[in-house]
């Protein structure tokens, strides 16, 4: 499974950016699609995940702010960020769990290569 992000970049506080990941290659019959993110000297955070039938799970700093949508027929993720704050830059990761949801990166076997969100005025 390979995975490609896109979407990132910078944005003022309180602003909104949209990211996307799409998938291909042998993806799993059903599998968990996830968001997670990284900031500097800090560990992987799960930001959020979808089911392939479409039961989403958040991270407790993004609830109420940002939405994870999946389309299954073109095997694509989108997370829309919104009211985003500084604390919120980091590199987000798209990536890809065949099991049941987690909010564990190891979980997830396969992993995009990063977009960059930055919140800065």
């Known amino acids: 499974v390979q995975l490609q992000a896109s979407g990132g970049g910078l944005v003022q506080p309180g602003g909104s950016l949209r990211l996307s990941c799409a998938a291909s290659?042998?993806?799993?019959?059903?599998?968990?699609m996830g968001w997670f993110r990284q900031a500097p000297e800090k560990e992987r955070e799960f930001v959020a995940g979808?089911?392939?039938?479409?039961?989403?799970m958040y991270g407790d700093s993004v609830k109420g702010r940002f939405t994870i949508s999946r389309d299954n027929a073109k095997r694509t993720v989108s997370l829309q960020m919104n009211n985003l704050k500084p604390e919120d830059t980091a590199v987000y990761y798209c990536?890809?769990?065949?099991?049941?949801?987690?909010?564990?990166?190891?979980?997830?076997?396969?992993w995009g290569q990063g977009t960059l969100v930055t919140v800065s005025s």
């Open positions: 990536a890809v769990n065949p099991n049941i949801m987690s909010i564990l990166p190891k979980s997830y076997y396969y």
């Open positions: 979808i089911t392939s039938g479409g039961t989403a």
């Open positions: 290659g042998r993806t799993p019959s059903s599998y968990v």
